[in-house]
Nanobody
Framework: QEYLVESGGGSVQAGGSLRLSCAVSGYTDSRRYMGWFRQVPGKERGGVATIDPNGCTSYTDSVKGRFTISRDSAWNTLYLQMNSLKPEDTAMYYC???????????????????WGQGTQVTVSS
């Protein structure tokens, strides 16, 4: 059983920055797919950024060049550095993990079994 706990959310003005963290515990196999997802009320949870067991990263188009996903060397903590934030980035942000993700589906929430409780990010104009 994986346990994921997000932190670092908050309120910021447009153009500002936040860094989200996701602490991982409960399982010894560290080579996993991980990702950050976000959700606003009434919409599906969508992928923002992912990192695979080899450390390769991917981003949804709307955050490319602004967000950076990374993890520590022990895979115990996942990060999302968010710069140049926009009001449309406002959402609940979730950390997700799994050991097997279908090629081409890494931005789909149903590919991940383990989730954190979420952290709210609010960007004001």
């Amino acid at each position: 059983q994986e346990y994921l706990v997000e932190s670092g959310g908050g309120s910021v003005q447009a153009g500002g920055s936040l860094r989200l963290s996701c602490a991982v515990s409960g399982y010894t196999d560290s080579r996993r797919y991980m990702g950050w997802f976000r959700q606003v009320p009434g919409k599906e949870r969508g992928g923002v950024a992912t990192i695979d067991p080899n450390g390769c990263t991917s981003y949804t188009d709307s955050v490319k060049g602004r967000f950076t996903i990374s993890r520590d060397s022990a895979w115990n903590t996942l990060y999302l550095q968010m710069n140049s934030l926009k009001p449309e980035d406002t959402a609940m942000y979730y950390c997700a993990a799994d050991w097997a993700v279908v090629l081409g589906r890494k931005f789909f929430a149903d590919e991940y079994r383990y989730w954190g409780q979420g952290t709210q990010v609010t960007v004001s104009s």
